[in-house]
């Protein structure tokens, strides 16, 4: 018979509630942490689907540092209106950055996320630290930096360039390990940078044609005032049929 901390430990690893029925697919990160709880599965209103977010993000700085703490996607209909936006679970630290949008008549259909692993007991735990999404006609939506930019271009050297403008108390290396981009991160400390975590993209995830992003659903690890909490740690987006 289980235990009763086992069947916690259960609970706490599952999802929410199961697909709705209007949802065809899941994109899920290959690179999510097992910290938090999952928040409710939220859709667009009924024939509309994503064409834009905002991240909700925590700069570094703070006794417990929690880098992303929410997802809000953007919705319209197939005539462009706009229908609202959905959330899920939303930390508490932070504040939305701007909104970034897919161009006139494309939508969201593919996303990836940069997660920072767990770090231990020697530094602060972070989880998500960014998240991208493509859109349809080729468009990137990069929610820490503020741009988009065509998928047919290499915007990785303005990325760095922006990030380290937007945070100058941050540096980055990039490096490939066994054919994924990896960032090492390093938080200066005076004229050398102390060592403080490395993080990697998650493979992009995609809906199937003729599908485009219509739900979201997210993990939080919520503050606490006795753990080290890791803010948006996981998420899942839902694709529907146009």
């Known amino acids: 018979m289980l235990s009763l901390v086992a069947v916690l430990s259960l609970a706490a690893l599952a999802r929410a509630a199961p697909e709705p029925l209007e949802v065809s697919e899941s994109l899920s990160l290959d690179n999510g942490l097992n910290r938090g709880d999952w928040g409710p599965i939220e859709l667009c209103a009924t024939r509309s689907f994503a064409y834009g977010f905002q991240i909700k993000y925590q700069d570094l700085g703070y006794v417990d540092d929690t880098a992303a703490n929410g997802l809000k996607l953007y919705c319209r209909d197939g005539l462009g209106a706009t229908t609202g936006y959905i959330t899920s679970l939303v930390g508490n630290h932070g504040t939305w950055r701007n909104i970034l949008q897919c161009p006139s008549s494309a939508y969201v259909e593919g996303v990836r996320a940069y997660v920072l692993p767990d770090q231990g007991s020697i ?5 998500v630290d960014n998240v991208q999404l493509w859109c349809s006609e080729g468009t990137i939506l990069d929610g820490k930096n503020r741009l988009t930019a065509r998928a047919a271009e290499k915007a990785a050297p303005t990325d760095e360039l922006l ?70 740690s996981d998420f899942v987006l839902y694709c529907c049929v146009l």
């Open 123 to 127: 530094h602060d735990d972070l989880g």
């Open 163 to 232: 990030e380290r403008a937007e945070n100058p108390e941050i540096q980055r290396e990039r490096i490939t390990v066994d054919e994924r981009e990896v960032e090492a991160v390093y938080l200066k400390a005076g004229h050398a940078g102390t060592p403080r975590i490395d993080g990697v993209w998650s493979l992009w995830a995609y809906c199937s044609s003729g599908n485009y992003v219509c739900g979201l659903e997210t993990r939080v690890e919520k503050e606490s005032t006795l753990t080290d909490d890791a803010g948006l």
